[in-house]
């Protein structure tokens, strides 16, 4: 492909994903592109526009295939295959995301949690045991460790980067509330829950946006 | 003003926010457009063009005051208020959340969390009793809820979200991954981590894509 697509396109690809993944459980084989617009409140044209970049088209009068949408989305987004990933803090996030079973169900498999705390270390949580963080660069030799997720507090957070990138681990989902400097080849996912909780609160208080 | 900002440039304030706050707790008292484009990694004239839409002008030679930005854009997203907000689900991302102190920092309090489960009901989180959330309408009429965490599984956030929208609630932040339907005055912000994670798998298989 010789044009590259954006960032913003490529973050409407989950929603759509999750959506025909509804429309699959609830039966539904085919949709237009004016039902699936109602449905998610977008454009049709914006999402003729979203799937073209990836050579997904609907037909002329039949609309949507949903289940060969939905295969087609799920390989875009590479969801056709399994990933492997460590938790790093055993902290109430670190739990929350590892009790989250919509992941395992998309191929998102935890296969580690790690932590500093002595008293947490050695627990179990859901089916695995807290190791010490100290074993990380082991683990990570002996497994094959897609995505490292980083629950630990921002002070924390760029020196286990560091080590974590060091390590040959190339997906980081962040939730440190920390930047995390680009490192190449390393690709960094983002969660700034005070970034949500500001956005809300600008709405909140003043109706000056449009929403896109 | 007449012409309205798009949601995009909105959801960049909090990142600027941060960034002049981590610079203000350095003792940084003024930067160059160049320099804070470097260390935000968004080009110059993007920040001027961001900033613009709300009349924030750096000077000419000058560049920015930092502490009169901080503060600009504090005001812009309304975080010279206060807002309460209750937790609805006490499971692991509710308490997650409430364990939070950088909401409370920024103005955002926890008056009261809610759950359906008997053995959690009467518990005591942080320093709030978890309370059955049957009493949510009555308590709702009693303090000034400005903000409502679906933090409960999606099969029953719709239902909640009907309640909360019919108590008055004006404000929902929902992490029950699953879509709300506008409703006349409500600000609904949606915090999906499973769309995260698929973006995460998309970069992670391909480059092709362009930050924005």
Not at 64 to 86: A, D, Q
Not at 122 to 137: A, C, F, M, N, Y
Request: glycine share 8%; charged share 25%; aromatic share 10%.
């Amino acid at each position: 492909m010789d044009k590259k697509v954006s960032l913003a396109v490529i973050k409407r690809l989950p929603r759509y994903y999750r959506f025909l993944g509804d429309l699959l459980d609830n039966g539904i084989k085919r949709i237009s592109s004016k039902e699936l617009s109602e449905k998610m409140d977008v454009t049709a044209s914006q999402i003729r526009q979203d799937l073209n970049n990836f050579g997904c088209f609907g037909q002329q009068g039949y609309g949507y295939n949903v289940e060969l949408l939905f295969e087609e989305i799920k390989e875009i987004l590479g969801l056709n295959k399994t990933y492997n990933l460590v938790i790093l803090g055993a902290g109430k996030i670190g739990q929350a995301l590892l009790n989250y079973s919509k992941f395992e169900k998309r191929g998102f498999n935890f296969i580690g949690i790690f932590d500093t705390n002595p008293n947490i270390i050695g627990t179990k949580i859901r089916d695995l045991d807290v190791k010490d963080i100290k074993e990380l660069e082991k683990f990570t030799k002996e497994n094959n460790v897609d995505i490292a997720i980083l629950a630990v507090p921002g002070t924390n957070a760029y020196d286990l980067y560091k080590d974590v990138v060091s390590y040959g681990i190339k997906g980081i989902w962040n939730f440190s509330n920390t930047e995390l400097k680009k490192e190449e080849g390393v690709i960094v996912e983002n969660v700034h829950l005070t970034d949500s909780l500001m956005t809300l609160a600008y709405k909140f208080n003043s109706n000056n946006f449009i929403e896109e």
